[in-house]
Structures are given as C-alpha cells and as structure tokens.
C-alpha cells in the first residue's frame, strides 16, 4: 500500500481570481501543502531539499472561494533520487483537480543525490 495523506482546507480568498474563481496556481500550492504536511505527519523532518522536477495538473471542475476542500496526496513512484507524487483535490467527494508532481533531493550544490533511508522507508510501505 502506497504511503497516502488527506489535508483539509478551504479556499481562501487571496486564491482566487475576481470572479472568485481559484487561480489555477492555487491547485499546486495546495498540493505542496499536502506534501509537507505528509512528510511532517510521517516525521521526516532535517534539512533536505526537493526543487520540483515536473508538475502537471487536470482541471475538471470549478473551485470557488469557501469551498471546502480535500487533498489526496500518494507517494505514486519512489525512485533513487526523487519522488512522484500523485493528488487529487476534491469537493463533496468530487474529483475538481488531479494532478503530480515529481521532486528530487538535492545536494548543496543541487546535484541529485539518493533520498534518505529514513524518507524511502516511510514513503515504500
């Protein structure tokens, strides 16, 4: 079973557009929201840095200001350097937005360098 983290939230203003529309950057930000909310949940914490390799996203449906969301994150691939994750952002149990995202764990120079025992043994269960 693929390590899964569900987060909670609402669409707050400064995330939408004058039509009170979600601005569709907000999607991504909800996700990396989910992920470090996921990766504290499962105590890994310390220094790392994951810069994003890849993001996509599929919109199928509006989300407004003050709709309460749920975002489904799963670690969908852990590779040696890097991890997909796959999510989806609901409303009333309706699929709006899927999408992934790929990052990679750098070193200080920004150089890949394999993910941390501890990370892959959380995230491959």
């Not at 693929?2 to 939408?16: A, H, I």
């Not at 840095?49 to 996203?57: D, F, H, I």
């Not at 709006?96 to 025992?117: F, I, K, M, N, S």
Request: net charge negative.
């Amino acid at each position: 079973m693929p390590f899964e983290f569900v987060d909670r939230r609402r669409v707050d203003w400064v995330d939408t557009d004058a039509g009170g529309r979600i601005h569709h950057t907000a999607a991504f930000r909800y996700a990396e929201h989910a992920e470090t909310e996921a990766l504290r949940n499962a105590g890994i914490t310390g220094p790392a840095s994951y810069p994003r390799r890849r993001v996509e996203a599929e919109f199928h449906r509006v989300l407004r200001f003050d709709d309460e969301l749920e975002v489904r994150l799963r670690a969908e691939r852990v590779g040696r350097t890097s991890i997909t994750w796959a999510w989806t952002i609901s409303r009333d149990g309706e699929v709006c937005v899927e999408g992934r995202h790929t990052v990679v764990h750098v070193d200080d120079e920004g150089r890949p360098t394999p993910l941390r025992a501890e990370v892959r043994a959380k995230l491959e269960l």
